[in-house]
Each structure stands twice: as C-alpha cells, then as structure tokens.
C-alpha cells in the first residue's frame, strides 16, 4: 500500500520560516520532488532529490531560499523554507517515482500541505 503524507504547514509572516515533511510508506521510491499550486493558477516545481545520492534541483523562484532533504531510516523527505515570501502561497505537495534515475514522471501523489504567507 503506496502512501505520502504531507505536514508542517501553516500561516507565517513574510520572512518566516517553515519547514514542510513528506512521509512515505509502502516502499522506497527512487526519487522525491517538492511541487505547489496557487489558487486559479497552474502547478509549479518546486525541488527534487533523489534517494540514493541526495542530488538536489531547484527552481530558480526557490533556490537560495529552499533546501530539499530526506531521512533514508524515515523514509521521510522535508523541504526547509526559510526567507518566505507572499508569492510563496500554495499548497504544496509532495510526489514520488520509481525511476531508475530518480527524476522524470512522479505517479505517487500526496494530498497536499496549505502554506499561507501574509506580507
């Protein structure tokens, strides 16, 4: 039984910090990503890494700001946000694949975090 549960999400102040977690149970998948989703407006990628290695990709909206982590004894993937932003506002999910080479099409979805950013 496949399942991600996403945590750690809340209303902070421009500036704050949050830090979000990912859960996994089920099996261990080759990769994890970071995606978030506005209101009225399309999913965007967030950041990557795969479980093997920890090699990390960011957008470029993110980078410098996020730090994309996992606890291989957990199985659980985190995302650190610090310096938030208004524009950061979404709910962010988590997703997961089997690919060899931890990257491409993630099939396994959570059900979402809520961060609000106030300014």
């Known amino acids: 039984q496949v399942q991600l549960v996403e945590s750690g999400g809340g209303l902070v102040q421009a500036g704050e910090s949050l830090r979000l977690s990912c859960a996994a149970s089920?099996?261990?998948?080759?990769?994890y990503a970071w995606f978030r989703q506005a209101p009225g407006k399309e999913r965007q990628f967030v950041a990557r890494i795969t479980w093997s290695g920890g090699r990390t990709t960011y957008a470029d909206s993110v980078k410098d700001r996020f730090t994309i982590s996992r606890d291989n004894a957990k199985n659980t993937v985190y995302l650190q946000m610090n310096s938030l932003k208004p524009e950061d506002t979404a709910v962010y999910s988590c997703a997961a694949t089997s690919s060899p080479s931890g990257f491409g099409n993630y099939p396994y979805w959570g059900q979402g975090t809520q961060v609000t950013v106030s300014s």
């Open positions: 089920g099996r261990t998948f080759s990769g």
